[in-house]
C-alpha cells in the first residue's frame, strides 16, 4: 500500500536512524532494539497510511491500533507475569516517539491507553490486574481514562460525575469530555464523586473500571480535532451506569490519587515524547526544504540568516530529547522525579510549539499549502497543551517544587511500593 505522489509530500520519511549519542547513557540494548523495531513498523504500517489519516479527519483510524495491539506495545509497562512486555517508562517513551515522527495520531492512539494501564498497575488488585491487563497485553482490549468534564474541565475538584452506592453495586452518572480512545477503548477508568458536598477532593473521588457495552453508557459520534485525525477524543455520557464493587480501583476516596498519579507518571512524559516526535520531524522537514530549494547559486540552506534560525530549532530540539529521556530513566532508577516529568511535557510542548512556528516562517508560502506536510505537524502541536495540565498548570507545580513545598512524590512513592512486580500474595 504505497502512497501516491500527491500523498508523499505530506508524509515525513520514515527512514530507520539509529538512536543519537546523547541517549546512550538512558538507552539499553533492549531499548535499541525497540527503537529500530518501531522505525520500522513506522514505514512500513504508518506512513503509507498517514496522508489518508490525514485526509479523512471523520473516520477513527482503527487499524493502526490493531497493528500496534498486536505487537503489545500497549502493555509495554506491564510485568510480564499479566503478559506485558515490562520494558518500562524509558522503553514507552521510545515507541511513543519513534511512532510520532511519522504520525502523531497513531502516537496519541498508543500512549493514551498506557495511561489508564499505569493506573491499574498501581492501585488495582492483583486480582484486577490478573483480569484487565492480559487483556491489554494481547491486544484484545483498549483502555481510555475519563476524568475531564464539560463544565469542570481538568480541574479534578470540580467534577460532577457523582457514583452512588446501591447494594453491591455503583451507580454511576455524568458526562466526560476530551477522553482518548473514547472511540476504541473496551473500557473506561471513569473517576466520579463519591463524596457528600463539603468533603475534600483528597478523599471526594473514587475511580472504577466501566466497560464500553455497560447499559446506559453512550459515546457520541466522533467529532474531527483540529489535529490528530484518525485519533478519537470524545464524550462519554453515564446515565445510571451501574458497575460491580469488583470494579472500584484503589480504595473509595482515593480516586484523586489514580487521576494524579496516572498524568505525572504517564500522561505528561508521553505527551513529551509526543511533542519530541512532532519536533524531529519539523527540523528534519524543515533543513530537508532548505537544502533542496535553490537560491543565489546555491541553496537557501547557505543562506546565515535561515542557518540561524534553523540552529535555534536545533537547540531546542536537542535539549527536548534529553529532558524527555532523562526524566523517564529516573523514573525507570526508581528516583524521584515528578518536577523532571512535568518539566518535560512543558518545555517538550513550548520548544516544539516555538520550532513549528519558525519552520511556518522558513516555508513562506508553501508551508499554507493543505497537501504539505508541515501544516499537519503545526496542527498536531496544539494537541499537546491542554492534556495532563496546561502550561499555567505545568508552571504551578514547578513553583512547588522551587520553594521545597511539600507534595506527594508520586515517582518515589510507587516505584518504592512496587505493588505489580511482588509475587501474588494469595500463593502458598
Given at each position: ?248 480501583v484503589g480504595e473509595i476516596g482515593q480516586g484523586l490519587s489514580v487521576a494524579q498519579s496516572s498524568s505525572i507518571l504517564y500522561g505528561r512524559p508521553n505527551l513529551a515524547a509526543l511533542s519530541l516526535g512532532i519536533h524531529e520531524a519539523v527540523v528534519a522537514t524543515t533543513t530537508s526544504r532548505l537544502k533542496a530549494r535553490a537560491r543565489y547559486r546555491g541553496a537557501l540552506s547557505d543562506l546565515p540568516v535561515l542557518r540561524d534560525r534553523i540552529g535555534d530549532m536545533e537547540a531546542r530540539l536537542r535539549a527536548g530529547r534529553i529532558l524527555a529521556y532523562q526524566s523517564v530513566h529516573l523514573l525507570d532508577q526508581g528516583l524521584p522525579c515528578d518536577a ?89
Amino acid at each position: 500500500m504505497r502512497p501516491s505522489p500527491r500523498e508523499r509530500e505530506t508524509t515525513m520519511p520514515a527512514t530507520p536512524t539509529t538512536p543519537p549519542p546523547a541517549l546512550r547513557p538512558y538507552l539499553t540494548a533492549r531499548h535499541e532494539l525497540l527503537w529500530d523495531e518501531a522505525d520500522v513498523f513506522a514505514e512500513e504500517h504508518i506512513a503509507p497510511r498517514a496522508a489518508r489519516m490525514e485526509a479523512a479527519p471523520g473516520r477513527v483510524e482503527r487499524k493502526v491500533a490493531d497493528l500496534m495491539a498486536a505487537r503489545g506495545w500497549f502493555a509495554v509497562t506491564v510485568p510480564a507475569a499479566f503478559g506485558g512486555l515490562g520494558a518500562g517508562h524509558v522503553a514507552k517513551t521510545v515507541l511513543v516517539h519513534r511512532i510520532a515522527r511519522v504520525s502523531a495520531a497513531a502516537a496519541a492512539i498508543l500512549q493514551a491507553t498506557l495511561i489508564p494501564v499505569g493506573g491499574l498497575l498501581h492501585f488495582a488488585t492483583y486480582e484486577q490486574k490478573g483480569r484487565w491487563l492480559p487483556r491489554v497485553a494481547d491486544g484484545s482490549l483498549l483502555l481510555s481514562i475519563a476524568v475531564t468534564e464539560p463544565r469542570a474541565g481538568g480541574h479534578i475538584g470540580g467534577i460532577e460525575t457523582t457514583a452512588e452506592r446501591a447494594r453491591n453495586q455503583w451507580v454511576i452518572t455524568g458526562s466526560k469530555v476530551h477522553i482518548g480512545n473514547s472511540h476504541l477503548a473496551g473500557a473506561h477508568l471513569v473517576v466520579a464523586r463519591t463524596a457528600e458536598a463539603g468533603v475534600s477532593t483528597s478523599q471526594a473521588l473514587t475511580a472504577f473500571m466501566v466497560e464500553s457495552d455497560r447499559p446506559g453508557l453512550s459515546v457520541s459520534d466522533h467529532r474531527p480535532g483540529l489535529g490528530l485525525h484518525g485519533f478519537s477524543a470524545g464524550r462519554l455520557d453515564l446515565d445510571h451506569v451501574r458497575v460491580p464493587e469488583d470494579n472500584v480501583v484503589g480504595e473509595i476516596g482515593q480516586g484523586l490519587s489514580v487521576a494524579q498519579s496516572s498524568s505525572i507518571l504517564y500522561g505528561r512524559p508521553n505527551l513529551a515524547a509526543l511533542s519530541l516526535g512532532i519536533h524531529e520531524a519539523v527540523v528534519a522537514t524543515t533543513t530537508s526544504r532548505l537544502k533542496a530549494r535553490a537560491r543565489y547559486r546555491g541553496a537557501l540552506s547557505d543562506l546565515p540568516v535561515l542557518r540561524d534560525r534553523i540552529g535555534d530549532m536545533e537547540a531546542r530540539l536537542r535539549a527536548g530529547r534529553i529532558l524527555a529521556y532523562q526524566s523517564v530513566h529516573l523514573l525507570d532508577q526508581g528516583l524521584p522525579c515528578d518536577a523532571d516529568l512535568i518539566n518535560a511535557k512543558y518545555l517538550g510542548h513550548q520548544w516544539a510549539m516555538q520550532s513549528t512556528q519558525d519552520a511556518m516562517e522558513l516555508h513562506g508560502a508553501h508551508a499554507l499549502d493543505r497537501g504539505y506536510v508541515l501544516q499537519r505537524l503545526w496542527r498536531d502541536i496544539q494537541h499537546t497543551y491542554p492534556p495532563a495540565g496546561t502550561g499555567e498548570v505545568q508552571r504551578i507545580r514547578l513553583a512547588d517544587a522551587a520553594f521545597n513545598e511539600d507534595h506527594i512524590q508520586w515517582s518515589e512513592r510507587l516505584a518504592a511500593e512496587a505493588s505489580w512486580a511482588r509475587p501474588d500474595p494469595t500463593a502458598a
